[in-house]
């Protein structure tokens, strides 16, 4: 017998995919026994793409399986909260994709949920802290470099998209916010260890996409949020990015300051001239962006299994980012400054 941490899937769509092909092929000490989706043609992928054997068509399917030690939810948004707790109570460690919750009322529950199990591992999807790009910018603001952070600029843009599929997405994601931006509020957690929000402004439009109108959500959005210790951060998120994806990051600090990511991503160092123009080439979606990240992030889960480390402070940080992102949300659905007790 290996003692591989077994693991089971839920949820086989646009990323769920992209991390069942990690875990099959790319992580150590991990091994992807089984998934579970809805969908036929979904179930069908993973038994031939990935030779997977145990395919259920649910999820309470899939946790009574006594032979998987971790689950891995890349379900709707909508579903985590309750998902991660039915995988907490059936014994199971638990890695979720962003955000962890749309609530704070789920969040508690998570929380509680947690607390019964106080062995279990869990992980909430923010890859961008196993980016390098990223891991550097920490690194050179733990090292002083950067003297005192006193700003934060973070993007999410993503690329224009000419199939309606954030139409789609959009009802069950939370907003442009707690679906988008909810990674830099991580990232701003992350980099001022954990700073408390003072109070949050926000203001957004639908530039491209009216049919955002039905779930009251927007195509480009700004918040500012104003952390403890004079931190000043804007949060800027998009659908309708005409460069591909970007993912920034700008900190200025009493000493320097630093950005990564600006303008997005060229696919190659070479940019060609022609027409009196510079044609470069750009990433154009998250999955090639953060290709390495999201193996890293499956190995760093497989390995805190494997050493016991819960990743609670982790967890609290989610909760955490949920808290923001649902101010962003409500300070732009009722247009005031919200602040935080
Ligand atoms: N980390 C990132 O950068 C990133 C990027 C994209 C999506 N996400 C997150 O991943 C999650 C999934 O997003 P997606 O784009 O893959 O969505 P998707 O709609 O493409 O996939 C959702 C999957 O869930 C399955 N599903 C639906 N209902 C289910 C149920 N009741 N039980 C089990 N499976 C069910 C669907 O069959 C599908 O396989 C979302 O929470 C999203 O926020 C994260």
Known sequence: MSN??????????????????NLARRVRGGELIAGASPVAAERE?????????????????????????????ATPTSFHA????AALEAGKHVFCEKPLALTLEECERVMKAAEKQPKATIMIGFMRRYDPAYAEAKRLLDNGSLGTLFRLHCASLDAIDTNGFFVQFAPTSGGLFLDCS?????????????AKP????ATGIRGMYPGLAACNDVDNATATVLFENNILATFHASRTSHHGDETSLQLVG????????????????VNVQKGNANHCDMVVDFFARFEQAFVAEAQAFIDAVKNGD??????????????????????????????FD
């Open 45 to 73: 992928w993973a038994q031939t793409e990935l030779g997977i054997q145990k395919l259920y068509h649910t999820m309470e399917e899939l946790l009574a399986d006594k032979e998987i030690d971790a689950v891995w939810l």
């Open 310 to 339: 819960t990743l609670r402070s982790r967890l609290v940080e989610a909760c955490d980012a949920t808290r923001i992102g649902v101010a962003m949300r409500e300070a732009l659905e009722q247009q005031k400054i919200v602040t």
């Open 254 to 269: 009493t000493e320097s300051s630093l950005s990564l990511g600006v303008g997005g991503t060229p696919t190659s160092e």
């Open 182 to 194: 909810i990674h830099d509020i991580d990232v701003a957690l992350w980099m001022t260890n954990g």
């Open 82 to 85: 309750d998902q991660i707790v």
């Open 4 to 21: 591989n941490v077994k693991i089971g899937i839920v949820g086989l769509g646009r990323i769920g995919k992209n991390h069942a092909r």
């Open 198 to 201: 003072v109070s949050v402004s």
